[in-house]
């Protein structure tokens, strides 16, 4: 009787504090196996940001087209309005650069674009650097191997000032002999320190090796120190009429500024720019005159005593710009060697360790360019690093892209164009690039829809531009060091050349 009351008097208190009591233990004997309930599944706690929503297809970017106008004597005029910011950029390209210095004469459209701005119209160099300084401006001159350049950039409201002066630099120069021996001399000097330079040095010799001498790409668009000794005042104001003429002029403007505002400026300040004297304007560039027959080297170095890294380089046959398969190409070499999470940088400075960072490119030339791979490595693994970035061009030649890869230089399309086009100067700086590489106006959005349509089959028939067989292998740094490095990896011996791009001839035994 009792028994039964504390077993009511625990079921009583054990519902009162909402619990079950437990059942009376059993003997081992009388013990049965206990019953498994199966485990319940687990709930999904609900993600209080919502279902993950999925992204659209991106849409492709095609960059706004200039309105082309015609201004006086010949110049064309690219007109881009952007009123969003009170600033203007000006570009002013003509279609000529190094590919047109005469024989003897490699650096001579560099150092004629930079006496430019060394004065013009009524000012002194000094005066007109303060004058720029003054309202706020920037304004540079430069040279490339198709074309030169000069660019503006300033204010709104100090526009018309400030084009007054571009004007006198580009139609205007003085061309003094007090500042020529000084720009001269500085031009002279930077040549003699480019072969302390190891990179510098390797871009020369790649060009010198690749094209051959007398050849409009053979040469560096700064010159060589030998043909700079011998280049005179007189040869550089009859470059610049030759090569600063309104007739192979493209004026490019964009910001805030109207088609009026932008017409007026050049009647008043480019009107009387004249080509009068100089001779005709010889349009697209021909095609090159033979010149004698030239095959490349395999491997050339250039000996760098005790110098604590090389710089490596492959060097083969490019395309032209306007090449349909440039585009394209493009899209090969960013996952190649054109982006930080490329092939080459990832093995060469992320898997090993050897290098800072390792690119390539395709240069973008009006005649068929050149591709370039390149990276500066620790002089100790000069050949092992050689052998991987040649591995690394092979099985790009030979596969091509991987679909994520497709993926995701088609990305990197899209934004680098977005960036091209991010701002006034950049897009002054674009449209004048691709005047002077005799581009339509509208061409980087057509090649930017090409590279979006791209399919993985297309590339890899292309990917055999990038093939290192029969290509040209450039080595700065320790002969003694890495020479025994390229001679395990079945290079041979390779033939020494100076930093002026020269072969050295080797001596001759007594």
């Known amino acids: 009787m009792r028994a039964r009351n504390a077993g009511a008097l625990i079921a009583l208190l054990a519902a009162a504090v909402g619990c079950e009591p437990k059942a009376p233990a059993q003997s081992p004997a009388r013990a049965e196996a206990p019953q498994k309930a199966p485990p319940a599944a687990a709930a999904q706690p609900a993600d209080p940001l919502g279902s993950k929503p999925e992204l659209p297809k991106p849409q492709p970017f095609t960059p706004p087209a200039p309105v082309v106008l015609d201004g006086p004597n010949g110049i064309k005029v690219w007109l881009l309005e952007r009123h969003a910011l009170p600033i203007v950029a000006v570009s002013v390209a003509v279609a000529s650069g190094s590919a047109d210095d005469p024989k003897g004469a490699a650096g001579l459209a560099h150092i004629t674009a930079d006496m430019l701005d060394e004065g013009a119209g009524q000012r002194s160099a000094v005066e007109l650097s303060s004058a720029i300084n003054d309202l706020g401006a920037t304004l540079a001159v430069g040279a490339r191997a198709d074309g030169s350049v000069a660019t503006l950039s300033v204010l709104k409201k100090n526009f018309d000032k400030a084009f007054s002066l571009l004007a006198d630099v580009v139609a205007r120069p003085r061309f003094e002999a007090k500042e020529w021996k000084r720009v001269s001399e500085l031009w002279q000097n930077d040549l003699r320190k480019r072969g302390d330079d190891p990179t510098r040095v390797s871009a020369l010799v790649s060009t010198a090796a690749l094209y051959g001498p007398g050849t409009p790409y053979g040469h560096p668009v700064e010159g060589l120190l030998a043909d700079a000794k011998s280049i005179g005042l007189p040869a550089v104001k009859a470059f610049y009429k030759t090569a600063w003429r309104p007739d192979r002029a493209v004026i490019s403007v964009v910001g805030d500024i109207t088609r009026d505002e932008v017409m007026q400026a050049i009647a008043r300040d480019l009107g009387a720019w004249s080509g009068k004297g100089a001779p005709a304007d010889k349009g697209a560039p021909a095609a090159p005159a033979a010149a004698p027959a030239w095959k490349p ?55 090993h360790g050897w290098s800072y960072g390792a690119a390539s490119a395709f240069s973008e030339t009006k005649r068929p360019g050149a591709f370039v791979a390149r ?38 399309d899209r934004a680098d164009l977005v960036s091209a086009y991010e701002t006034v100067n950049r897009t002054a700086l674009r449209l004048g690039t691709l005047a002077r590489l005799s581009l339509p106006e509208t061409f980087d959005g057509a090649a930017s829809q090409a590279r979006q349509q791209a399919t993985l089959a297309g590339l890899a028939e292309l990917a055999r531009a990038v093939d290192p067989k029969g290509a040209t292998l450039v080595v700065v740094g320790p002969r003694q060091e890495i020479l025994p490095q390229l001679q395990a990896i079945g290079l041979g011996e390779p033939e020494a050349w100076d930093v002026e791009g020269q072969p050295i001839q080797p001596k001759k035994a007594p």
């Open 297 to 351: 080297p395999r491997l050339v170095l250039v000996d760098r005593p005790g110098a604590p890294q090389s710089v490596i380089a492959v060097v083969r046959e490019g395309v032209a710009a306007s090449d349909p398969r440039r585009p394209l190409l493009q899209l090969i070499n960013t996952a190649l060697g054109g982006s930080f999470t490329s092939r080459l940088n990832q093995n060469l400075r992320e898997d």
């Open 375 to 412: 990276a500066s490595v620790v002089a100790e693994a000069t050949g092992p690093a050689l052998k991987e970035m040649l591995a690394e061009l092979a099985k790009m030649a030979d596969s091509g892209l991987t679909r994520d890869e497709l993926a995701k230089v088609q990305a990197q």
